[in-house]
């Protein structure tokens, strides 16, 4: 079975500072890869993807990921983050039209 | 567009009761739905996968006599939890797959249900 594994539970940053959340999954098989976030009182956005190609992929509002198969990773960056990046962001992997998550990474932003 | 809403968006019920929470896309029809359950301060749990006109695929561990799942059309499913107890307390979401769109691995997500069994 697939499982995903964020080592992040609460990120405290201040504005302009760069993010970088970690992801690593474990599946043998072919995968895409996601990254999700949730505005507190909203639902889940997706902020962008990652099926193939170019494993750097750049997502919504400056937020980009890289895969790198070889370390099962798909990390979340951002070179400056600002105060309305606070959200929780969900990192998950599909394979067989499923959709597995990580446990969430609480991303507090200090104006 | 894409929208997927969810109702009641809070509920509290008292235990041996049952619930029905609709999901419904908006301005897509959506042939596949999923129900999602999370807990606090962790992830969402696929629960099952909903296909209209056909039943339910439940995930290993999810009692499919419990957790109700009904698709009667492109647009709206309905997940109803029988017999609640306080253990099912939590907070219930559901995602849509648009038929229009090629890649199967694209989902909008409701707003969520929370569900408070007393």
């Known amino acids: 079975a697939q499982s995903v594994s964020q080592h992040n539970h609460h990120v405290i940053l201040s504005e302009a500072a760069s993010l970088e959340l970690g992801c690593n999954y474990s599946?043998?098989?072919?995968?895409?890869l996601f990254w999700y976030v949730q505005y507190p009182g909203q639902h889940l956005q997706l902020l962008l993807k990652?099926?193939?190609?170019?494993?750097l992929v750049k997502g919504i509002k400056g937020f980009e990921a890289e895969f790198i198969k070889s370390k099962f990773s798909f990390n979340l960056r951002k070179p400056s983050v600002q105060w309305s990046d606070t959200a929780e962001y969900f990192c998950?992997?599909?394979?067989?039209?499923?959709?597995?998550f990580g446990t969430g990474t609480r991303l507090t932003i200090i104006p | 567009g894409a929208v997927v809403s969810q109702h009641p968006s809070w509920v509290i019920c008292k235990s041996g009761t049952s619930v029905k929470i609709e999901c419904r896309s908006l301005?897509?029809?959506?042939?596949?739905m999923f129900w999602y359950r999370q807990f606090p301060k962790q992830s969402l749990m696929l629960m099952a996968t909903?296909?209209?006109?056909?039943?339910?695929?439940?995930e290993q561990g999810v009692e499919k006599d419990k957790f109700l799942i009904n698709h009667a059309s492109l647009t709206l499913s309905t997940l109803t939890v029988t017999s609640a107890h306080p253990e099912d307390s939590s907070f219930y979401i559901c995602?849509?797959?648009?038929?229009?769109?090629?890649?199967?691995?694209?989902?909008?997500f409701g707003p969520g249900t929370r569900l408070t069994v007393l």
């Open positions: 998950a992997v599909s394979s067989m039209e499923k959709l597995t």
């Open positions: 990652y099926f193939s190609g170019d494993p």
């Open positions: 599946y043998g098989g072919t995968v895409n």
């Open positions: 995602s849509a797959r648009p038929d229009w769109i090629s890649s199967t691995d694209t989902q909008y």
């Open positions: 909903s296909n209209e006109g056909s039943k339910a695929t439940y």
């Open positions: 301005d897509f029809q959506a042939t596949t």
